[in-house]
Nanobody, 124 residues
Framework: QVQLVESGGGLVQAGMSLSLSCVAS????????MGWIRQAPGKEREFVTA????????YYADSVKGRFTISRDDAKNTVYLQMNSLKPEDTAVYYC?????????????????WGQGTQVTVSS
């Protein structure tokens, strides 16, 4: 079965960096578009970023553009999220997601597979 396992979350101070990883199994990783969705306490899920299966196109929420970078390593079945200049409002559970959909990825909340999530807490 498909599994997406996130790691790298934690507690950091504002302005610092954190890197998340997501290892996928049970799917042909190179054919999947990958992304990150987050959910803060008491708030709705929010699209953060996504990358096409080819790695040629990536998409970002306005709130993270210029600070976050998504990348993928198909040889390792892994997608990464590098988060720089973190802000308290970035505090959330971050979910790794996957889909083979050919539709738009920017802002997408409907994904085929979800990981369990990893907590990111940014203190002020």
């Amino acid at each position: 079965q498909v599994q997406l396992v996130e790691s790298g979350g934690g507690l950091v101070q504002a302005g610092m960096s954190l890197s998340l990883s997501c290892v996928a199994s049970g799917l042909t990783f190179s054919t999947y578009n990958m992304g990150w969705i987050r959910q803060a306490p008491g708030k709705e899920r929010e699209f953060v970023t996504a990358i096409r299966w080819s790695g040629r196109n990536s998409y970002y929420a306005d709130s993270v553009k210029g600070r976050f970078t998504i990348s993928r390593d198909d040889a390792k079945n892994t997608v990464y999220l590098q988060m720089n200049s973190l802000k308290p409002e970035d505090t959330a559970v971050y979910y790794c997601v996957a889909t083979t959909s050919w539709g738009g990825l920017s802002g997408r909340l409907n994904w085929d597979y979800w990981g369990q999530g990893t907590q990111v807490t940014v203190s002020s």
